[in-house]
């Protein structure tokens, strides 16, 4: 690789904040980030994250208290002088519940208040502008069979990136999301295991796998980079070709 194209994608010196990062997307983001020769501090509400790689760089913090993530983001702050970086991974998608009221409502705080109220915090020790990336989904675009909430909530994150693109952009401050597809990830696994679920959401893909979260892992070095100064308010999908497929 070139001089240039290593220093245009390079992480280095970019200070980055991950939540969601005990598993998954999130957590092959925060060990791409720091290969990447970024400053990287993940949160998750586990007490550490499957790869044991990130360990050092891991926080345990439920984003959804406020009090608890704006003292991150002032420790951050403390440490390394700004945030350059958010990515938004944390998310939930929860099983069909009796209450399927209390279900979407859930789903929705988690998914959505949370990742804006992220957003919000995070932004304010952006000093020197900053790119956020939120994890949507295919589910933003499309419906999906009984979890109202979860796509709710996820179309609402990529309403929400257009919307804060616009906002942010007088602090040069870039915000974009990227849509997965069927990753294989715990979330997704119960379908993955299912031979029947498998082969159907297979049929649907153009690349006849299902995504793996390194899959991702080259959109968020991206968005993160100056590779992307010129680009906010926009959308990546990463999805095997599952929304363009027609019959």
Not at 125 to 140: K, P, R
């Amino acid at each position: 690789m070139s001089h240039y194209l290593e220093n245009i994608f390079s992480l280095k010196n970019k200070t980055a904040l991950i939540t969601g990062g005990s598993r998954g997307v999130g957590a092959e983001i925060a060990f791409a980030f720091v290969q990447a020769g970024a400053n990287v501090i993940c949160l998750s509400r586990s007490k550490s994250s499957e790869k044991k790689q990130i360990n050092s760089y891991y926080r345990q913090c439920d984003i959804s208290n406020n009090k608890k993530f704006q003292s991150i983001c002032e420790s951050i702050n403390s440490d390394y002088g700004s945030i350059d970086v958010l990515v938004n991974a944390a998310g939930i998608s929860l099983p069909k519940d009796e209450n399927e009221f209390e279900r979407f409502n859930k789903t929705v705080s988690v998914n959505l208040s949370a990742t804006y109220q992220c957003c919000e915090l995070a932004s304010s020790f952006m000093h020197n502008g900053g790119s956020i990336i939120n994890i949507t989904s295919i589910g933003a675009l499309q419906g999906f069979p009984d979890n109202p909430g979860y796509v709710a909530s996820k179309g609402g994150i990529q309403a929400l990136s257009r919307a804060l693109a616009l906002d942010y952009s007088k602090n040069n401050i870039r915000v974009n999301d990227i849509a997965p597809g069927y990753i294989k990830t715990d979330m997704t696994i119960k379908s993955f295991d299912d031979p029947e679920a498998n082969q159907d959401r297979l049929n649907q893909m153009m690349i006849k796998r299902w995504g793996e979260p390194k899959d991702i892992i080259g959109a968020a070095i991206f968005l993160a980079s100056d590779a992307s100064s010129y680009m906010t308010g926009s959308s990546l999908i990463i999805d095997g070709g599952w929304i363009s497929k027609g019959i």
